[in-house]
Nanobody
Framework: QVQVVESGGGLVQAGGSLRLSCAAS????????MGWYRQAPGKRRELVASLRSGGSTNYADSVSGRFTISKGNTMNTVYLQMNSLKPEDTAVYYCNAEILGNGYWGQGTQVTVSS
């Protein structure tokens, strides 16, 4: 079965940077799309950034200009470079891989930004 694993979260001070990684494995097919989502306590999960196989990207207004999504050697590996982090970026960050019409979620990685 497809597994999606995120890594790279941690505690960082406001203004700092973190780089999250996501790897989807267990399928010989590359992902059609990859997305980063986040969920803060008491809030709903929201889309942070997405990447399509054709190279197009989308970002939430709140992170535009600060976060960058990119792929590795294949679409099954993506990264989220987070710069100029703010306390409001604190959340559990989840990766979602879209493969053959199905979405697969990772377990999430905690990002905590302190002031």
């Amino acid at each position: 079965q497809v597994q999606v694993v995120e890594s790279g979260g941690g505690l960082v001070q406001a203004g700092g940077s973190l780089r999250l990684s996501c790897a989807a494995s267990g399928s010989i097919f590359s992902a059609n799309g990859m997305g980063w989502y986040r969920q803060a306590p008491g809030k709903r999960r929201e889309l942070v950034a997405s990447l399509r196989s054709g190279g197009s990207t989308n970002y939430a207004d709140s992170v535009s200009g600060r976060f960058t999504i990119s792929k590795g050697n294949t679409m099954n590996t993506v990264y989220l470079q987070m710069n100029s982090l703010k306390p409001e970026d604190t959340a559990v960050y989840y990766c979602n891989a879209e493969i053959l019409g199905n979405g697969y979620w990772g377990q999430g990685t905690q990002v905590t930004v302190s002031s």
